[in-house]
């Protein structure tokens, strides 16, 4: 097995792949702080026992959504549908909201002879965990990077890969082959995927 001399990889390809790791770096450090604003959020209220703490999990979440403005809208240029769609997704958290304050308050509440292992209390508790489990928690990351910063992003990341791949595989062939086609493929389905939120 032959030992790749870094000193003889292509400019192109060390351009290549310095222009996708800081676009991909970009990305991974806003999704850290909006998952941490948002969806981190939820999963604490998943998680919680207790209505009064869920609410006010639900409560972050949601001016985490208003503050990142991911809360209207869709997640998706072209095939937009309900899932898709950010105001329904807001809406569903804004409802889960009011209801474990409502149970929170008849319950949880300073002499409340009500007790929290009624079964209407595990019930709310149980509703918003199933609620929480099938929302798609992914859509304000995707609303993010493709609406509001935009497809530009996703361009450039996946134009990044291709010129690591090209100048990789280019010298070793004399005339364009399929491998030149499977270099380019990967930023025609990156694009695919940008207008298409799945």
Partial sequence: MQVVNLLKIPLISL????????AWSAEFITNYYLYRDTADWIVRAE????????????????????????????????????????????????RTHERLRAIAEKYDSPGSILS???????????????????LPLKAPAHYLWLIRIGLPFEVVFYSGLILFGYGIIRPLVK????????????FFIGLLKAFWYG
């Avoid at 929290?116 to 099938?134: A, F, I, M, N, W």
């Fill in 175 to 186: 005339e364009v082959t399929w491998v030149d086609l499977v270099f380019i493929a990967p």
């Fill in 15 to 22: 351009l290549g792949i310095n222009i996708a790791l800081m």
């Fill in 116 to 134: 929290p292992s009624d079964h209407e209390y595990g019930q709310t508790l149980k509703d918003v965990r199933l609620l929480y489990s099938t």
């Fill in 47 to 94: 998680l919680s026992g207790h209505a009064g703490d869920a609410a006010t999990y639900v409560g972050n979440a949601l001016h985490g959504m208003e503050n990142w403005e991911v809360n209207s809208g869709h997640a998706a240029l072209i095939w937009k549908s309900p899932r898709t769609d950010m105001g329904l997704l807001y809406k569903a958290m804004q």
